[in-house]
């Protein structure tokens, strides 16, 4: 029987998830390629974790190395970070070694370079743990839909902040004690930051975005907002309104171009992504033929992205000897059809708004910043006056009808420099998600 030969590059979380599951599910793997996948070479630092977890394995020190001996014929990057994993890359390529990765950062700002050179170079990038973990949304968006001309993509796409903001819903607990237990999980990003401040939502939605609309991969252009920033607060009111705060990935196909954002995101209760809760990710894609169709799963953690890597592993396995006409372009468009389109500045996006303001406790008041927000064509569809603080002080708040977001931003300055609003307003995007 034939044997693919993998050199695994990083045996951390996901690395070790592969081991695991090819240890225990190479009988059904086999049963379904007909050929065996078996780790032949890993680096590492230690060299005690790979005689533990693949013990048939060579051990290498240098990545560089692995990626060019005899007995590799795919890469499999679970390193992380774009330093030397990226040299890795491009060194395997050039070698004619096939890649699968789960670096959704490497991808999202170096992609553009690693497909054209594995298109020189005929071999296959395959990349399905890079995007929301364990579902196979890839295959979805290169494959599954291949036949529509996709509208929207929106999703939940980062464990670490979706877990973050169910544990502070559902138990109020303290935002950094669940991030330490997002971290001790695995679920986290070498630096949390990448997940909290919505980096890593950024990097998946950016890979999802050129994959639906047949644009170069283009992280520079995604507004980025994460989660650091929540208020219990607001949580609690949107709750009370009927929504759900989530962190949301959104591109969008527009007459003015491609919107590309990431940022909390108030969901009416009833839609079913305000309903995916801890870890869990869910991705929505709306296309022109299908409609709607949601895809939800596991979108962090060892074993389930073990699993989307894997099914990566299989697929090239199966392809290595296709002619390369016969293969799913990289960006899911054959690639002198990925093309270059104009993003939506945040200014010029619409969507609805939750304003929270806090001014004083006084007649007239409402009245005024009714106006403001009126001034700018700023609609009011619900405004109500939540609990009086200390010093004679109220929150105000206020959901808007659909407008553009430099009308709201003007509208909120303008708020901001009453001298009866004593703080600065929170602005929180709503979705309806009908589109
Ligand atoms: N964790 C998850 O749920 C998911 C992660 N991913 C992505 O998968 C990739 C891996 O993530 P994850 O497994 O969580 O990360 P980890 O930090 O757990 O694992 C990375 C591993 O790479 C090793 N490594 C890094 N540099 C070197 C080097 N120079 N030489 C030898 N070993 C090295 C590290 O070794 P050491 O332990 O010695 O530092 C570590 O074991 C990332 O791109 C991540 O974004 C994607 C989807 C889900
Ligand atoms: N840190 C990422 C891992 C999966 O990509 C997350 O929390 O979603």
């Known amino acids: 029987m034939r044997t693919i030969n993998i050199g695994l590059l990083g045996l951390g979380t996901v690395g070790r998830g592969v081991a695991e599951l090819l240890r225990d599910n190479t009988q059904e793997m086999t049963r379904r390629l007909g050929c065996e996948i ?6 590492s630092r230690s060299q005690e974790r790979v005689q533990q977890l693949c013990p048939q394995a060579a051990w290498e020190t240098d990545p560089l190395t692995l990626v060019q001996r005899d007995d590799v014929d795919v890469v499999l990057e679970l390193f992380g970070g774009t330093t030397l994993a990226k040299d890795a890359v491009l060194k395997a390529i050039e070698c004619g070694k096939h890649i699968v990765t789960a670096n959704k950062k490497l991808l999202a700002e170096y992609g553009n370079d690693i497909f054209a050179l594995a298109e020189k170079n005929n071999v296959m990038v395959h990349f399905e743990a890079a995007v929301a973990g364990g579902i196979p949304v890839i295959k979805a968006l290169r494959e599954g839909l291949a036949a529509n001309q996709i509208q929207s993509v929106a999703g939940i796409i980062n464990g670490t902040s979706n877990f973050i903001l169910s544990e502070m819903r559902e138990k109020g607990s ?68 009927g929504y759900r705060v989530k962190l949301l990935g959104i591109t969008r196909k527009t007459e ?36 709607e169709t949601l895809y939800y799963g596991a979108g962090a953690g060892a074993l389930p992205t073990a699993s989307a890597v894997v099914a990566d592993l299989m697929d090239i396995a199966r392809l290595m000897n296709a002619p390369s006409q016969n293969r799913v372009p990289h960006l899911a468009f054959q690639p002198s059809q990925v093309k270059a389109q104009n993003f939506v500045s945040m200014d010029n996006i619409s969507s609805s708004y939750y304003l929270r303001v806090q001014a004083a406790d006084e007649a007239g008041v409402l009245g005024k910043i009714a106006t403001l927000l009126a001034n700018e064509g700023v609609s009011i569809e619900a405004l109500i006056q939540k609990a009086v603080l200390d010093n004679n002080q109220a929150e105000i708040v206020i959901l808007t009808h659909h407008t553009i977001e430099k009308n709201v931003k003007t509208a909120i300055a303008a708020i901001e420099a009453q001298d009866c609003v004593s703080a600065p307003v929170t602005m929180i995007r709503m979705e309806s998600l009908h589109g």
């Open 174 to 241: 303290a935002f950094k004690d669940v991030l330490a237990e997002a971290q001790r999980l695995g679920y986290a990003e070498a630096d949390p930051t990448f997940d909290i401040e919505g980096h890593d939502a950024g990097h998946k939605i950016t890979i999802m975005s050129a994959l639906a609309f047949g644009t170069p991969v283009n992280f520079g252009a995604c507004y980025l907002e994460g989660i650091s920033q929540l208020d219990s607060r607001d949580i609690k009111y949107a709750e009370e309104l």
């Open 256 to 291: 003015k171009g491609i919107e590309l954002r990431v940022h909390p995101t108030l969901i009416p209760e009833s839609r079913l992504l305000a309903n995916v809760n801890g870890v869990m990710n869910a991705v929505r894609i709306n296309a022109n033929m299908v409609g």
């Open 38 to 43: 078996r780790i032949s070479a890993v680096c």
